[in-house]
């Protein structure tokens, strides 16, 4: 009896010690799987992969982490760079793809990348293209309607070079909606007597993507200035009034009405420099202020002349104004000067005639007008 209860204690101890010992199977499954829920459990840092991966900057990579929040796991970016990359793009162009469209690496490389490419391919476009088409379509590359609005805009825009400037211009082009949006715009255009080979092929998307209503109210109001629809400065003015909403419009003529501008200097400025449009407020009055308040011209005459509310005036207007100011006072100008003709000069055609050519110790001129660049603007 003793012999039997001794050996009963035996093998519960050697029992004991066979199931906690490190090397048993049961714990080699238990140390295993608490290391893999471990490694699972740490989460994927999306902004050191976009960086080390996909060579974005340090700030591409917070803006674009924020739109990949619900990004648990490098298998699919893994795959969509893998598919770039093998398309030909470079380092640097598989990060400007991926700053430009973040989502691209959430894309399914079969279902979604390689069926886009197959069906530009059909369009003849060739691999090495859509390399270089990928980093500037943006989240477009990724839409079903690519080829067939890309396969539009090429014989409108005339080669895929073109296309691919109009893209470097305005990003959203191969993703208008070619039915409801471009081709009514383009309709409009013709009805105006403009035809696509009148627009520089970066300006025409611009206005054909805006919505309809919007360009059809920038052809009313561009009218009721008495811009002929024909003339290239209505092409020219198509593009402010179509892009900007009608509150920035009525913003920048009511600087200019503040200075003074009558219906006609409105109608004036519109027919001969439309792009003053383009301007922000801020700048536009303070380039008004500066040729009405600081050089004293007249409303009229720079209504005639807008072109130069335009130039820069820090680099350009005040110091060639400062400058003309200096000989005028010094007494070495020849009868009286045209603001407009000195400033509208080249800067190599100014220096030769108002600092070169000066009957004058040449440091007087050069001194007055290298320190017009210095200080405060106004």
């Known amino acids: 009896m003793n012999h039997l209860r001794n050996q009963i204690l035996l093998l519960r101890v050697r029992s004991s010690s066979t199931s906690l010992s490190p090397l048993s199977p049961l714990h080699r499954l238990f140390s295993s799987s608490t290391a893999a829920a471990s490694i699972a459990a740490e989460p994927f840092a999306v902004e050191d992969y976009l960086v080390t991966t996909c060579g974005l900057t340090g700030d591409q990579a917070r803006k674009a982490a924020k739109t990949l929040s619900r990004l ?22 598989i990060a400007a793809a991926v700053a430009a469209d973040p989502r691209l690496l959430c894309a399914d490389v079969e279902k979604n990348l390689a069926k886009r490419v197959a069906e530009l391919g059909e369009l003849g476009i060739s ?37 691919l400037m109009a893209l470097k211009a305005n ?15 383009l309709a409009l255009l013709q009805q105006c007597g403009i035809h696509v080979c009148d627009f520089p092929h970066t300006r025409l998307p611009t206005v054909l993507c805006r919505p309809p209503n ?14 002929p629809q024909y003339s290239p400065v209505f092409r020219n003015a198509l593009v402010p009034f179509a892009y900007q909403n009608k509150e920035k419009l009525a913003a920048k003529i009511g600087v200019l009405e503040m200075f003074g501008w009558s219906e006609d200097d409105l109608s004036m400025t519109m027919r001969k420099g439309p792009v003053v449009m383009n301007m922000s407020v801020e700048r536009l009055r303070k380039n008004v202020e500066f040729l009405t308040r600081d050089v004293k011209l007249e409303t009229r005459y720079i209504a005639r002349r807008p072109i130069m509310i335009s130039y820069s005036l820090e680099r350009r ?45 040449i440091a007087d001129p050069a001194n007055a007008y290298a320190s017009s660049f210095v200080g405060d603007v106004l």
Do not use: M
């Not at 090429?154 to 073109?162: D, K």
């Not at 990003?171 to 715009?185: H, R, Y």
């Not at 919007?214 to 811009?227: K, M, P, S, T």
């Open 72 to 93: 648990r796991s490098p298998s699919k970016p893994d795959a969509a760079v893998a598919f770039l990359s093998g398309l030909g793009l470079s380092r640097s162009g």
């Open 127 to 163: 691999r090495s293209q859509i390399a270089r088409l990928i980093p500037l379509a943006r989240q477009s590359f990724r839409s079903s309607s690519l080829a067939t609005n890309l396969g539009f805009w090429l014989p409108v825009l005339g080669s895929f070079e073109n296309v």
């Open 171 to 185: 990003g959203a082009i191969l993703g208008s909606d070619v039915e409801k949006v471009v081709k009514p715009n």
């Open 214 to 227: 919007h360009v059809q109210e920038a052809v009313a109001r561009i009218d009721e200035f008495g811009v």
């Open 317 to 361: 207007l005040l110091p060639r104004h400062r400058l003309l100011r200096f000989l005028s006072a010094k007494g070495l100008l020849d009868g009286e000067l045209d603001f407009y003709s000195a400033v509208a000069l080249t800067e190599k055609k100014f220096l030769d005639k108002f600092v070169h050519s000066c009957k004058c110790s």
